[in-house]
């Protein structure tokens, strides 16, 4: 398998009008988040459908699409090393840190489908102080992989990285962290303790950027959501 044979693939199904709309939705213009970011027209769930089908690409392969400018190449490697982690997580990890370091986990997609999934098992049973690195990165997409990271250690009932983190990044300008944090508040109330986000919110609130407390309270009651703005 090659990365070329995926392109290909990718290639065969890629719509120009699609391709027009994800460059709109996902910011690729002048001064926006995706500046220069460049898709060919595939949808995710066709693109991790092809992904599937290579997941036995190797790992130069792998790297020739993360390097790819085009985004969905990106996706559909990451989607690759995503299934590859149970069977080999120590390479895994190293690849996508490198790819990090980079810049091609790149977008907020990218990030999503993959953070918790590499890096929130890997770092579930050992030291988290690469998440606090990340946090305080000035590159948005590092510090979003931060706490997005913190999604794995969730879904097993371990909110103590997310709060931590969030009050890390309770003063970052970039909505796209407001709203990776208060989704993860969000999380954190309806997956581990309902108990941690009242307390985090009742301190917090008042500092917490307008979108970020919007995410965090949105499965409170209309009561409770308008007595914390009004914070």
């Known amino acids: 398998m090659t990365a070329q044979q995926i392109i290909h ?15 709109r939705y996902f910011k690729t213009g002048p001064g926006e988040y995706g500046e220069g970011d460049v898709f060919v027209g595939v949808r995710v769930p066709i693109v991790r459908r092809i992904a599937h089908r290579f997941r036995d690409l190797d790992e130069t392969e792998i790297d020739a699409l993360l390097d790819s400018h085009v985004h969905e190449h990106r996706f559909a490697a990451l989607q690759v090393l995503v299934a590859r982690y149970p069977a080999e997580p120590e390479r895994v990890v190293g690849q996508y840190l490198g790819a990090m370091q980079r810049g091609r986990v790149n977008n907020w997609d990218l990030v999503d489908s993959s953070a918790e999934y590499i890096l929130g098992p890997w770092l579930l049973e050992r030291d988290r102080s690469l998440l606090f690195g990340l946090a305080t990165s000035d590159d948005v997409w590092e510090r979003r992989i931060a ?5 794995g250690f969730i879904r097993r009932g371990d909110a103590t990285t997310t709060l931590e983190l969030a009050q ?8 796209l962290i407001h709203k990776a944090v208060g989704w993860m508040l969000r999380e954190v109330g309806k997956r ?11 301190e917090h609130a008042p500092r917490m950027p307008r979108t970020m407390l919007g995410y965090a309270i949105e499965h409170l009651e209309p009561a409770e959501r308008a007595r914390l703005r009004a914070l």
């Open 9 to 23: 693939e990718l290639e065969r199904v890629a719509d120009a009008a699609t391709a027009a709309q994800l460059q």
């Open 168 to 175: 890390v990044l309770l003063d970052d300008r970039h909505d």
């Open 147 to 151: 706490i997005i990271t913190t999604f």
């Open 192 to 202: 581990v303790d309902a108990g941690l986000l009242a307390a985090f919110l009742e």
